[in-house]
């Protein structure tokens, strides 16, 4: 995400479907919301800023396999 004329001083948070940024600078403001795909991993989000861009990076979950049981008949 470019953020040109904005320090550090931003606030990013990460729900299961949606990311949120806003910037706290008193000289520009943001504020993004961006929808997230369904195999995102918020627990991992890792996020750097240089340059005027902030990247944020996620894993992707872990495929877990469906778990079933076997229903006897009686």
Known sequence: ME?????????????DDSLEVSSTDPKRKYNKTIDLPKD???DTAKSKFNNDILEILFNKKKETTPKGKEIKIN
């Open 3 to 15: 953020m040109p004329g904005v320090n550090q001083s931003h606030k990013i948070n990460a729900f």
């Open 40 to 42: 995102v991993d918020v």
